[in-house]
């Protein structure tokens, strides 16, 4: 399958032409044409050793891609990389911070380093995150230095924001404020790239998704569109258990499993094999399942033709 990928497109928050990272041995991102529109949140998913957290550290310079290009906010990433990260926030998926520090004294000495922040907004966001400044890092949990990290991401207010598992460690309330403020992002017309393990964050609040496998795109799109090409499941209900072949012969059927005298089917495309072939028996109950994410990234990973 091909990916949908365009390279002309100037309204575009971040733009890339075959960008390869080859580390070797199969290692890296290949070949990347994608783009990320402005004010859109793009999730980014792929297993460990896709090439997500390389791609983002390619896209900010802070590895030098083998080939190809890239274009974030409408600057070249090769030669404008300085002003490319004042105007974005990163969170890395394995970013560090200084134990002997408190939380408050590092985000002051980050925003230093930017130029200064608003004034207010690093307590506000600590409200919103409930995040601990007065303590040192090294006696907070792995949630509560997420919580730093994301404040060090968001407090300068940038147009561009690409995050790395932003929400590993989070706590179920921590992570809703985090998405409600995704969607305020969204209705400023700010763009987020976020790469995520947990695949329902990413059905919850993503516009498009584009998936890795093995360092390269197989698929970009809204999530519509990828559930429509992905396969359905089904529970068909009789009164008497038919004959199981019956439903395997059909068009676009999958996997067809029985249970006492209930059928699961998962197939793709229409429905209407199915419908009439069914229709020949008692039907009790027909119970269907709406496609999640997960279904459609394991498709994605167990089906190599696409």
Do not use: C
């Amino acid at each position: 399958m091909n990916p949908v990928a365009t390279i002309s497109n100037p309204e575009a928050a971040i733009q890339t032409q075959g960008l390869t990272k080859d580390y070797g041995a199969g290692r890296g991102v290949f070949e990347l044409d994608l783009e990320v529109r402005t004010g859109e949140i793009l999730g980014f998913i792929g297993p460990n050793g896709a090439g997500k957290s390389t791609t983002m550290r390619v896209l900010l310079g802070l590895a030098q891609p083998t080939s190809g290009t890239a274009r974030l906010l409408g600057r070249d990433m090769a030669s404008e990389g300085l002003a490319i990260r004042t105007h974005t926030g990163y969170l890395a998926g394995d970013f560090g911070l200084y134990d002997q520090m408190t939380g408050g004294a590092i985000l002051d000495y980050f925003s230093r380093l930017r130029g200064g922040v608003p004034a207010g907004r690093i307590a506000e966001l600590a409200d919103r995150f409930d995040a601990q400044l007065d303590r040192r890092v090294r006696e907070l949990s792995t949630g509560n230095k997420q919580k730093l990290g994301l404040i060090q991401a968001f407090m300068h207010d940038p147009d561009l924001f690409i995050l790395d598992e932003p929400i590993a460690g989070l706590d179920p309330l921590v992570q809703r404020n985090f998405h409600d403020l995704l969607g305020e992002l969204r209705e400023r017309g700010r763009t987020v790239m976020l790469s995520s393990h947990t695949l329902s964050e990413v059905d919850r609040v993503a516009d498009r998704v584009a998936i890795l496998r093995a360092g390269r795109l197989v698929a970009v799109d809204v999530l519509a569109r990828l559930k429509a090409r992905a396969l359905r499941r089904w529970e068909i209900e009789f009164a008497q258990a038919p004959d199981i072949a019956e439903f395997r012969r059909l068009e676009g059927v999958h996997d067809v499993e029985s249970i006492g005298n209930t059928l699961h089917v998962a197939f793709e495309g229409s429905a209407d094999h199915l419908v009439k072939a069914a229709a020949r028996h008692q039907v009790l109950e027909i119970r269907t399942r709406e496609q999640d994410l997960e279904e459609i990234f394991l498709g994605y990973y167990r089906d190599p033709a696409q």
